[in-house]
């Protein structure tokens, strides 16, 4: 328990040691790379204004909300896909193609069809986001033990009862981490999205502090972002640990 603590500690203050020797080494001038002190200095300057915190906010709300949408659209068509050959080969051409369409790619047309609203943000979130859940929890699911799922036809199980009692639990601690990545790129896509078409959020606020030369506010935005990341990560773990844990143990205890 204690490592859990003191690893992602040690990393972070290396990573702030590092930081700051290379604005000491003077390698690129200080306007353009301010030292961690004054990209702090400037993130409480801006928590005071309470212009960050109604940004975080928004841009927390919106991936939290995305993630969470994309996360169930793409469990739901990997059932889908793992229960049909038919669904997953016809859904495999159209993921090869849009999971590797860059967010911003989306942003002009989803513009013309939604506007400027919150419908533009989710589509765009979702659209990024859903890939990883379904590839992943696809395979997951048609990974499950032969023999699990034979002793379940002798016991009279339905194929949708084998889904929600053998298939989906055992699948469970892979599909986390197709979940994990959804929530990743759920928060590339919001802040990618704010910057590119909108007047708030954490996006919004990087692209106007960076083109008005606020290189310490850009700084301490990119912290927030930096945080959000831990944030939504977190929650992740923690749906694993509440979910799969049984599982963690069990494991554990085979191999004690």
Request: hydrophobic letters at 60%; glycine letters at 8%; charged letters at 10%.
């Amino acid at each position: 328990m204690a490592g859990q603590v003191a690893y992602p500690a040690a990393a972070l203050l290396l990573f702030l040691l590092a930081w700051q020797a290379v604005v000491a080494a003077q390698f690129i001038p200080e306007e353009y790379l301010p030292g961690p002190a004054q990209a702090l200095r400037a993130l409480a300057e801006m928590l005071r204004s309470g212009d960050l915190l109604a940004a975080e906010w928004l841009t927390l709300s919106r991936t939290l909300f995305g993630a969470g949408l994309s996360a169930l659209i793409g469990l739901l068509l990997a059932l889908l896909g793992a229960n049909f050959a038919i669904v997953r080969q016809g859904l495999q051409p159209l993921v090869a193609i849009f999971q590797v369409l860059p967010p911003a790619a989306l942003v002009p047309i989803s513009i013309y069809f939604l506007g400027f609203g919150e419908k533009f943000f989710l589509f765009v979130i979702c659209f990024a986001a859903i890939w990883p859940t379904y590839i992943v929890a696809t395979r997951a699911l048609l990974d499950t033990d032969t023999q699990l799922l034979s002793t379940a036809r002798l016991f009279g199980y339905s194929r949708r009862e084998a889904v929600l009692a053998i298939r989906l639990p055992a699948a469970l601690p892979e599909i986390f981490t197709g979940l994990r990545l959804t929530a990743g790129l759920a928060l590339i896509a919001t802040v990618a999205a704010e910057m590119l078409a909108s007047r708030n959020g954490l996006g919004f606020l990087l692209f106007d502090t960076a083109f008005s030369l606020h290189v310490d506010q850009t700084f301490a935005v990119l912290l927030v972002v930096a945080l959000n990341g831990i944030i939504v990560n977190g929650l992740v773990a923690l749906g694993r640990s509440t979910l799969c844990g049984w599982q963690e143990r069990l494991e554990a205890s085979t191999h004690a």
